[in-house]
Nanobody
Framework: QVQLVESGGGLVQAGDSLRLSCAAS????????MAWFRQAPGKEREFVAV????????IYVDSVKGRFAISRDNAKNTVYLQMNNLKPEDTAVYYC?????????????????WGQGTQVTVSS
């Protein structure tokens, strides 16, 4: 089973930036599609961004387009989420997820492995 370890969350002010990292174990990272989801208090888990195996295809939820960027470094078994111009509405626990079949998906139920989450809090 692939294991995912997230880091980079924290408490920031509106307009600040953060970069989340998700480090994956194993030697098959490059065969997985990777995604970021988030879950705010009292809300369901929400799709944020996904990236395919090669990194050539990315998809974002409308609310983060132009502000967030997902990327991956297959040599380091790591996926990133660069978050710029953060807003209070971005406050949530952010989760890294892997689809072992390597498909580009947006539904949480399609992903096989999840990290424990990292808290991002944006104050106004």
């Amino acid at each position: 089973q692939v294991q995912l370890v997230e880091s980079g969350g924290g408490l920031v002010q509106a307009g600040d930036s953060l970069r989340l990292s998700c480090a994956a174990s194993g030697r098959t990272f490059s065969s997985h599609s990777m995604a970021w989801f988030r879950q705010a208090p009292g809300k369901e888990r929400e799709f944020v961004a996904v990236i395919n195996r090669s990194g050539l295809t990315t998809i974002y939820v409308d609310s983060v387009k132009g502000r967030f960027a997902i990327s991956r470094d297959n040599a380091k078994n790591t996926v990133y989420l660069q978050m710029n111009n953060l807003k209070p509405e971005d406050t949530a626990v952010y989760y890294c997820a892997a689809d072992l079949h390597g498909l580009v998906r947006r539904q949480a139920s399609e992903f096989d492995v999840w990290g424990q989450g990292t808290q991002v809090t944006v104050s106004s």
